[in-house]
Each structure stands twice: as structure tokens, then as C-alpha cells.
């Protein structure tokens, strides 16, 4: 059985080109690869249709412990009332301003939090 820490370490590896599987190179997470999510913000009212940074916010909020009790929500690229309820309850567990938005203070606590993930790596996390 693989750890979360062992897989996020495999996740991140294949996303920054560094691993192979029987001589074929894994890549990265499909959504976003080398974008910069982390500069724009997401939510209601703001940017809602960058679904490959929407997929890359998604499956970050997956990968974090702890803060949704275990549930996941789907990584399909839509800002919907899952997402947004994700991302409500990370920022209630992160201490933050619970409004559904990911703008400069959620992406940072979010890239902490997620670590050197391929979603992250992908979001433009800097670690």
C-alpha cells in the first residue's frame, strides 16, 4: 500500500518530468500543466471558467488532510456548489475568511497545506 506522502512525492516527481515508467515518461496532471493559476482569483463574482485551474484547485482541495472530513468532491473543472463548499471548509479549518473564494491568501494556505503535489506543481505553487 502506497502512503499519501510516498504518492504525493511520485505525483510531484512525474510533474516536474523526473519519472519514468518502463522507460515511458510520466507527465504531469493534465489540467493546467504549466500554468500559473495562483495569480488569478476563482469564485463567484470572479474567474469561473479556467477549468483547468478549477481542476487544479479541486484536486488540491482533495489531497489536503483533514479539512473536509474525508469527503471529496469531483475534479470535473466546474465551479460549482461542491467546490465552493470545499473551499469553504478548508478556509474554516485554515482560519480564514470562509466567502468561497481562492484569491492570494487561500492559494497560499492551500499551496502549503497540499504541498509538492502534481495539482499544485501544476497550479504554480512554489515550494
Given at each position: 500500500m502506497i502512503t499519501r506522502k510516498v504518492r504525493n512525492r511520485l505525483v510531484a516527481a512525474a510533474a516536474a518530468g523526473a519519472l519514468t515508467l518502463g522507460g515511458v515518461l510520466l507527465g504531469?496532471?493534465?489540467?493546467s500543466a504549466l500554468s500559473n493559476c495562483t495569480g488569478t482569483t476563482f469564485g463567484w463574482g470572479w474567474n469561473t471558467t479556467n477549468h483547468g485551474c478549477i481542476e487544479d484547485i479541486q484536486g488540491?482541495?482533495?489531497n489536503?488532510?483533514?479539512q473536509d472530513g474525508g469527503r471529496t468532491i469531483a475534479i470535473d473543472g466546474v465551479w460549482g456548489t461542491n467546490t465552493v463548499w470545499a473551499v469553504e471548509n478548508f478556509q474554516n479549518y485554515d482560519h480564514v475568511s470562509s466567502d468561497g473564494v481562492v484569491g492570494p491568501r487561500t492559494w497560499r494556505d492551500l499551496c502549503n497545506d497540499a504541498g509538492p503535489t502534481g495539482w499544485?506543481?501544476?497550479a504554480g505553487c512554489r515550494f
Open positions: 504531469a496532471s493534465p489540467a488540491m482541495l482533495n489536503v488532510d483533514d499544485a506543481v501544476d
